[in-house]
């Protein structure tokens, strides 16, 4: 039993920071799942967030848990997780959200825990411990989430404007600002589905450490399930608004048509991402599938400048995360 390397108090201070990050990870990304909705008018934003927040909920009866295992067990070699390990992920993810959240920076909180478990282990045991598959899965969809958003995004509004095209602009802005409830609630589904299966596979991961759970388990404790999809709801109802005006409005303007095609392209996304057990970040794919749905109207829709910095963001979020996670494993080795 490995229990004798890690106190029990250790243990649930660890499982705290991991609830505290999986709430930081709705608070981060509430943004993503109530932007457009917002700032088309649909729904005041107190209305928006308890949706996406009880959305976010129920996708535990509807996603299975391929994205926890991706995590858990095909990130880095589970044979150099410790306390010391979890402890430097969790903490160099936390602040990475932070820093982002305090700049208004739609960066992803999935990558920046990715990035945390790479820091950490690499700072323990050097390259040896990644697990290439996992991570190149993780890498390739940076890419690919937010162009399938993109696609989905421009696909469906080019079919909405055929559909539509003898209509009047008002009778469309009604129609669609009844259909987009419909299309924020499946985006929410999307967004709880993938990213509270992130923090399920830390939890998981740590359990199998302490002896608590087996690594031949092929699914993790269903309690663990119920705290991480609760702790990602909460975070989602207090919602991190700085980042709302970004996503919704300064990449390109949105009215209710657009703010359907968009979260319906990143539900699709999300949909197809949990379905291949892939961690994806709910940030690239709603910001790809809104410049999708700006440049099927025009090229000069999409504010390319803010789109740019947004992409910057992403390059930096997985290194700037494991540095700061290579610094808290040490901090955490001489504390914990």
Request: charged content about 5%; glycine content about 12%; aromatic content about 12%.
């Amino acid at each position: 039993m490995q229990t004798l390397h890690m106190s029990i108090y250790v243990l649930g201070l660890l499982i705290a920071l991991a609830l505290l990050f999986d709430f930081m990870n709705g608070f981060h990304d509430a943004a993503n799942a109530i932007a457009t909705v917002v700032s088309t008018g649909v729904l005041k934003p107190q209305t928006a967030v308890a949706m996406a927040a009880v959305f976010n909920f129920i996708a535990i009866f509807i996603f299975g848990l391929g994205v926890a295992a991706t995590v858990g067990k095909g990130t880095i070699d589970p044979n150099v997780v410790d306390q010391y390990v979890i402890f430097g992920a969790l903490v160099g993810a936390i602040i990475w959200n932070i820093i982002t959240w305090y700049y208004g920076i739609p960066s992803s909180s999935s990558h920046a825990l990715v990035g945390g478990l790479v820091g950490s282990a690499v700072a323990k045991a050097g390259t040896g411990a990644l697990v290439g598959g996992g991570l190149l899965k993780t890498v390739i969809f940076i890419v690919v989430s937010p162009l399938l958003g993109f696609v989905f995004g421009s696909i469906i509004m080019l079919i909405v404007s055929w559909m539509f095209v003898k209509s009047t602009p008002r009778k469309v802005d009604t129609w669609f600002r009844r259909f987009q409830l419909f299309s924020a609630a499946a985006y929410s589904l999307g967004h709880g589905g993938n990213d509270a299966q992130k923090t399920i596979g830390i939890i998981w991961m740590l359990l199998i450490f302490a002896g608590y759970s087996l690594p031949t388990d092929h699914t993790p404790p269903m309690w663990v399930v119920i705290c991480c999809y609760t702790a990602i709801s909460f975070g989602t109802l207090f919602g991190g608004w700085r980042i709302v005006k970004t996503m919704g409005q300064k990449i390109t303007k949105l009215k209710p048509v657009g703010g359907f095609c968009a979260e319906s392209g990143g539900a699709m996304t999300l949909f197809i991402a949990s379905a291949l057990g892939v961690p994806v970040s709910t940030t690239h794919t709603i910001t790809g599938a809104i410049v999708g749905v700006g440049s099927a109207q025009k090229m000069s829709a999409v504010r390319w400048g803010v789109a740019g910095n947004i992409v910057w963001a992403w390059v930096f979020t997985i290194p700037a995360s494991a540095f700061m996670a290579a610094i808290a494993w040490w901090v955490g080795t001489h504390v914990l």
